[in-house]
């Protein structure tokens, strides 16, 4: 059985760093791309970053304005989401999800997570 | 960054009736189109991808049509389970984009 749990959320101060990780099962880690999606309190999904299953390549979102990095450790079968300097537009519950392909996200995302919620707040 | 618009906002359905959402792209995205649905509390589920295409375990009553700038989902028969938000994402260009979601609730 496929599973995605994300952990490392909680409550931040503004201009604070945290990591968020997603341990994956159920399946070859390293056959897969990632990706990370963002939903603030009572709003809809907002793309975050993406991750080839080989860890080679990698995509942001234009607003994150390089905040974010996105990284993975196959051999942990753990994907990770390293903010910096974040601010209250940042309070979300973060997913990762799974793309059913090595490369990039070209179907969609097949398994969620949970989600994690990351409040950044004085 | 292409924009993605779904409307309605909020469909207001009976339960057995059709639901038609629409999703429009500010660019050609070809067939480079998923939807997902989402209910309270829970994380987004996978129904269509490359716009037509239903995800494993998907019933046949959701169904997903269009190409280039214009989709559309259809649920053919509406029941309780169905009543959620629905999100459209395209995968044809980085940075992907979601578009802002249809509520479809009871009527």
């Known amino acids: 059985e496929v599973q995605l749990v994300e952990s490392g959320g909680g409550l931040i101060q503004p201009g604070g760093s945290l990591r968020l990780s997603c341990a994956a099962s159920?399946?070859?880690?390293?056959?897969?791309?990632m990706s990370w999606v963002r939903q603030a309190p009572g709003k809809g999904l907002e793309w975050v970053s993406a991750i080839s299953g080989s860890g080679g390549s990698r995509y942001n979102a234009d607003s994150l304005k390089g905040r974010f990095t996105i990284s993975r450790d196959n051999s942990k079968n753990t994907l990770y989401l390293q903010m910096n300097t974040l601010s209250a537009e940042d309070t979300a519950i973060y997913y990762c999800a799974r793309a059913p392909d090595p490369y990039y996200d070209r179907s969609g995302y097949d398994y969620w997570g949970q989600g994690t919620l990351v409040t950044v707040s004085s | 960054e292409i924009v993605m618009t779904q409307s309605p906002a909020t469909l207001s359905v009976s339960p057995g009736e059709r639901a038609t959402l629409s999703c429009r792209a500010s660019h050609n995205i070809r067939s480079n189109l998923a939807w997902y649905q989402q209910k309270p509390g829970q994380a987004p589920r996978l129904l269509i991808f490359d716009a037509s295409i239903r995800a494993t375990g998907i019933p046949a009553r959701f169904s997903g049509s269009g190409s280039g700038t214009e989709f559309t989902l259809t649920i053919s028969s509406l029941q309780s389970g169905d009543f959620a938000f629905y999100y459209c994402?395209?995968?044809?260009?980085?940075?992907?984009?979601f578009g802002q979601g249809t509520k479809v609730e009871i009527k």
């Open positions: 994402q395209q995968y044809n260009n980085w940075p992907r984009t």
């Open positions: 159920g399946f070859t880690f390293s056959n897969y791309a």
